[in-house]
């Protein structure tokens, strides 16, 4: 309880780094000098004005800095670049990062920010416009904030609601599996009710987890229902379970329902993990760590979010089997 | 008093119980006023996406504490309809 309300409490309070959210205009044509609006967000620009930096990055190390940066107020500025008309590799159209850099705001980066079209007349002289720079000597944010990504921004607090719930589900699923095994073992009619007690607090954590997720892809990915991998085969895996209580519900006899329950929870089990593990692995997904492992790493879960998402992922396991606890206790007092 | 007579709000005892036809009152009433909300569209889109999408995660926190409250909730009823039940006994 103490860690959930930890957790809700640091989940909601800690700000965001400062990102960038627009940049006007999208589009132009190479070989001219062009004017971005940065639109900020949680920035402080008109802090140490004259140490904003802008880059436009166009891949890798290669970029070009502007040549001025005006700073409106704390979430306005404006650079002004000067697009060369010959690029070092030849492309149809390109996408240009702008990377913003301040004392103490720290560096902010807005991926595919400008759409260059090539020039008319291309000077191949200007490509040595665009320099090497690694764009070292940056500022880093000081104190504890959480990162800033684009489509995310502030739904990124959802990791600590939407992702433990599902930790959670898998390991009150995990031990109900274990239960029913213990169950063929002995064969106590007690085991039977903890089983139960689990899979149903297990299912309603994967409701909410479907349920949270759908409310935050339709907002990010822009369907509540995109036929994700993951949505499926979690989708799927729910259906099962659910299956499973359609069956006890009808069957009479107790001790019936019991051995059927426990066979089948153990097989419900066994396809949770290729359903949840393996098949989202193996094809593109928009879950974070598409076709390989989540990507519990980088900016998706940096190490100020872990100080939130670990006691997040303990405090809802916690609070399922405390759930089940409950619901176990119930259906014994029957 | 009619249509009280047709919903389900009487028990099986016979006993009327007004919390029950109270909440089926609250889940139509939000349900309405959740559709009337989305079939404007546009409008709802932009609020709860604006300030960085901050009431997605609102949005996200109110169902899961609403679904665990009710879910307790419900237990709840249930134990003390066994704690009656050992009373009378």
Redesign the interface.
């Known amino acids: 309880m103490i860690l959930l309300l930890y957790v ?1 409490i640091a989940g ?1 309070l800690v700000p ?1 780094k400062p990102g960038i959210i627009q940049v006007t205009p999208e589009r132009a044509e190479a070989g001219q000098i062009v004017e971005l609006e940065v639109t900020g ?1 949680n920035s402080n620009y008109t802090k140490d004005q004259g140490e904003v930096r802008a880059w436009l990055r166009l891949a890798g190390d290669t970029v070009i800095q502007a040549r001025e940066v005006q700073v409106m107020d704390d979430r306005h500025l404006t650079c002004s670049f000067y697009i060369p008309s010959a690029f070092p590799v030849r492309q149809e159209a390109y996408p240009l990062s702008l990377i913003l850099d301040h004392t103490s705001d720290g560096t902010s980066v807005l991926p595919n920010a400008l759409f260059i079209t090539p020039a008319k007349v291309q000077d191949e002289n200007e490509a040595a416009l665009w320099f090497s720079d690694k764009v070292t000597s940056v500022h880093e944010q000081s104190g504890i904030r959480f990162p800033f990504r684009n489509i ?4 990124i ?2 990791t600590y ?2 992702v433990p ?1 599902w930790f959670a589900m898998i390991i009150l699923f995990g031990v109900s599996a274990w239960y029913s095994l213990q169950y063929y073992r002995g064969g106590q009619i007690d085991l039977d009710r903890k089983t139960v007690a689990l899979v149903k607090v297990g299912l ?1 954590f994967g ?2 987890g479907l ?2 997720g759908m ?2 892809a339709k ?2 990915w822009n369907a509540y229902w995109s036929w994700d991998v993951k949505q499926n085969m979690s989708a799927i895996a729910l259906l099962i379970y659910a299956a499973m209580m359609v069956m006890r519900a009808s069957l009479e006899d107790d001790m019936q329902k019991a051995r059927l329950t426990a066979g089948y929870n153990m097989f419900a089990f066994a396809l949770l993990i290729p359903l949840l593990f393996i098949i989202p692995r193996m094809t593109d997904s928009l879950h974070p760590g598409s076709g390989g492992n989540p990507a519990f790493g980088g900016e998706d879960l940096d190490n100020t979010m872990r100080m939130v998402f670990y006691p997040a992922v303990i405090g809802f396991i916690l ?1 399922g089997l405390w ?1 089940s606890q ?2 176990y206790r ?1 259906e014994k ?2 | 008093m009619k249509v009280r007579k047709l919903d389900k709000s009487y028990h099986i005892y016979g006993r009327f119980q007004p919390m029950r036809s109270f909440k089926y009152l609250i889940v139509t009433a939000l349900v309405l006023m959740y559709a009337s909300v989305y079939a404007s569209g546009e409008v709802q ?1 932009d609020f ?2 604006s ?4 009431y ?2 609102a ?3 109110l ?2 504490l609403i ?2 409250f009710v ?2 909730y419900q ?1 709840d009823r ?2 003390s309809r ?1 704690e009656k039940r050992y009373k009378n006994e």
Do not use: D
């Open positions: 809700f909601w965001l967000y995310l921004s502030e739904t607090r959802n609601f939407h719930l309603l409701v909410l349920v949270t409310l935050w907002n990010t609070l759930i409950l619901v119930t007092l029957k | 889109t709860i996406r300030i960085g999408k901050i997605v995660v949005g996200v926190c169902v899961i679904a665990l879910y307790m237990i249930k134990i066994l």
